[in-house]
């Protein structure tokens, strides 16, 4: 990220509705980081918890499973590889047979802590390993050692007391209804400065114009996407881009009880009826 800042000397600060459990999120922060790196400007995301569904169970099972519990195993297969399939197009790597679903309120906690202690920065590079754990290496997002390993990993210290004790419990769940409040249904949604917000399966092109106009500046004719091979992904930029459309993958949604589903779109995820 370059030392280029708004007319007011300030980085852009964007802020994201997500759940860490939502595929749709895990691209969409990519595709965000690869806007910014193609900006050149000083830009900082901060990850606002909400939670696709606050019920899920603390107990971690397969996800496929939980997949194939709500929509059948051909369809749980067709989601999920189209999934992956568009993910790989654009570097991110998505490992369903893995991945295990469990409620992600203590990652929307550390999180949170991570925010508060070291900044936007941290928190960001924190986001990325956590969707990392979840949708590549199969990591239990409940489970404190997982998430301690990923705040190391991240530069964040002090994680492993931070989730032994009761902190971050109250503000969070405030956090999540205060985005429920305010309308949120699908995720990812970002909100801009002086821009309407964007939701769903938002491409990288829009997301560069929109910082653009937040910024207040116009295109340069050397600020061009990214097209580099595909490769880890990173908060400051990422590796690839794919200007074609999306698939009509939908996106599953990790919780195990059907009563709990949401409606997948692929425009993002989003919360049912």
């Known amino acids: 990220m370059t030392s280029e800042t708004t007319a007011i000397?300030?980085?852009?600060?964007?802020?994201?509705?997500?759940?860490?459990?939502?595929?749709?999120?895990?691209?969409?922060?990519?595709?965000?980081?690869?806007?910014?790196?193609?900006?050149?400007?000083?830009?900082?995301?901060?990850?606002?918890?909400?939670?696709?569904?606050?019920?899920?169970?603390?107990?971690?099972?397969?996800?496929?499973?939980?997949?194939?519990?709500?929509?059948?195993?051909?369809?749980?297969a067709l989601m999920t590889s189209g999934m992956a399939e568009l993910g790989a197009r654009e570097g991110v790597e998505y490992r369903f047979d893995r991945a295990v679903a469990v409620n992600t309120f203590t990652a929307h906690r550390l999180l949170w802590f991570a925010l508060r202690e070291y900044g936007a920065g941290a928190q960001a590079t924190l986001a990325t390993a956590l969707y990392e754990s979840h949708f590549r290496d199969g990591g239990d997002l409940g489970d404190h050692a997982v998430l301690s390993d990923a705040a190391a990993r991240a530069g964040v210290q002090g994680a492993e007391e931070f989730l032994a004790s009761a902190e971050g419990v109250t503000e969070v769940r405030e956090q999540v209804a205060a985005a429920r409040a305010a309308g949120i249904t699908t995720v990812p949604t970002f909100v801009f400065p002086g821009a309407e917000p964007l939701s769903g399966g938002v491409d990288t092109a829009t997301l560069l114009a929109t910082l653009r106009r937040s910024s207040g500046t116009?295109?340069?004719?050397?600020?061009?996407?990214?097209?580099?091979?595909?490769?880890?992904?990173?908060?400051?930029?990422?590796?690839?881009?794919?200007?074609?459309?999306?698939?009509?993958a939908a996106s599953p949604d990790p919780?195990?009880?059907?009563?709990?589903?949401?409606?997948?779109?692929?425009?993002?995820?989003?919360?049912?009826a």
């Open 9 to 76: 000397g300030r980085p852009i600060r964007v802020e994201v509705y997500a759940d860490l459990a939502c595929p749709w999120c895990r691209l969409g922060t990519h595709r965000f980081h690869r806007a910014v790196e193609a900006f050149g400007g000083a830009a900082e995301l901060v990850h606002l918890p909400y939670q696709l569904a606050a019920d899920a169970p603390q107990e971690a099972r397969p996800l496929m499973e939980a997949v194939a519990e709500m929509f059948g195993r051909e369809q749980a």
């Open 218 to 248: 116009s295109p340069r004719p050397e600020s061009r996407l990214p097209a580099a091979p595909l490769g880890p992904d990173r908060p400051s930029g990422a590796a690839s881009f794919d200007a074609g459309p999306q698939p009509a």
């Open 255 to 272: 919780v195990s009880r059907p009563s709990a589903a949401t409606r997948t779109d692929p425009r993002g995820s989003r919360e049912g």
